[in-house]
């Protein structure tokens, strides 16, 4: 079989010759003496006319077909100039490999978002879907590509874990116990030391933990994997099982994070410009007009940057526009990170320099004893997409600020006693990759950039 990609790709080599096509028809229509298909293989969102006719023994079989059915087709690739199409197949042989129902769900129409999300088994042969899981297959490879170039080594970081990472105990328990009859402690609390691995265990938030003490070996590695948050938020932008990306760089510090966070989301932007341009086009013409110019602008300038306390002085005077109005020590909400990066800065922007009370217990602390080594990347359309920080390499310091916390020092064991052993400096960051696919293609849904997403009430398949 060819693509037929290669064919839009490679046409002149290909005309008038004999070529053999398989996908799935999104339309047919036939006369007495011969029929139209159009077919698609998801090679490419184009699609291709097939030419059919009576002198075909099973003419009747393939008359009958409804759209969605899968064929081969054998032919001779026709040039036909005056067509929309630059050229069709006349058919010599259609084999059918899968007829299709007629209730199949996918018409001519344009359908809403929403309604595909409630077939996400079939909606990757729409134009759209598409294209936007062809680009997070080349932006995926594209991070690896960068990370590897430069040296980096991909750890495998375990998605079972006995810590809480962000200390935000959004985790999903993992456990083989018997829900009906849990063993109970004297107290009355659940004896996980009858559960399978003797403890509390749940599924990672991040690998940044695990990834830490790699780097305290290899200097610098990267993770790539899924992570898992039960955050209750049903938004466009949180997911309860999405991938991450997190580096962890030895010897350097926020400014090397940032630098490398810059470098990357650069990196990957321009590979899907290059190696997408016309998926890339797509979702400038489709999906979201100001794409490729916003993108190209991101390429070519530098990110902003700002600390979080000069953030909240430029917040604080738009205080009027916000539905949560901000002051020192607050979180950021996304309209906040959106107002920043779209109205103040209208590009990416780091926010540096966060509360430690709204930051997690690893980032280090800086010398005004109240702010911690911590940066955002935020971006238009979306907000954060990127959360970092150097880390604590201070045994006291780190164990002190988890004892503040009552983190469990024995659920650290390894984490700490790094801290010991030759700790350098270091930093680190993690790129939400769904929201990086949200970025590259324009599209405003998380549920649409994943193949199957997993969110609140929410897990088909
Ligand atoms: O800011 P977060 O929570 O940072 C960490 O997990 C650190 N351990 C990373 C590190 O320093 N190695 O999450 C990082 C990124 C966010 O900026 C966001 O892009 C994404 O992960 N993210 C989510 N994406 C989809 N759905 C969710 N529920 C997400 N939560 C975080
Ligand atoms: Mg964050």
Redesign the pocket.
Known sequence: LTTIRELFKNREEYLDKQVTVGGWIRSIRDSKTFGFIVLNDGSYFETLQVVYHDKMENFAEISKLNVGAAVVVKGTLVATPQAKQPFEIQADEVVVEGASAPDYPLQKKRHSFEYLRTISHLRPRTNTFQAVFRVRSLAAYAIHKFFQERGFVYVHTPLITGSD??GAGEMFRVTTMDMENLPKNEDGTVDYTQDFFGKETSLT??G?LN?ETYAQAFRSIYTFGPTF?A?NSNTT????E?W?I?P?IAFADLEDDMELAEAMLKYVINYVLENAPEEMNFFNSFVDKGLLDRLHNVVNSDFARVTYTEAIEILEKNNDKFDYKVSWGCDLQTEHERYLTEEIYKKPVFVTDYPKEIK?FYMKLNGDGKTVAAV?CLVPGIG??????QREDDYEKLLARMQELGLKEEDYGFYLDLRKYGSTRHA?????F??CVMYLTGMSN?RDVIPFPRTVNNCEL
């Open positions: 990472c962000e938030v991040s940044q990834g948050r955050e932008r949180h997911a309860a999405f991450m997190e962890e997690a955002d954060e997409i990127i959360g970092g920080s680190g960051f993690g790129l939400g769904e929201r998380i």
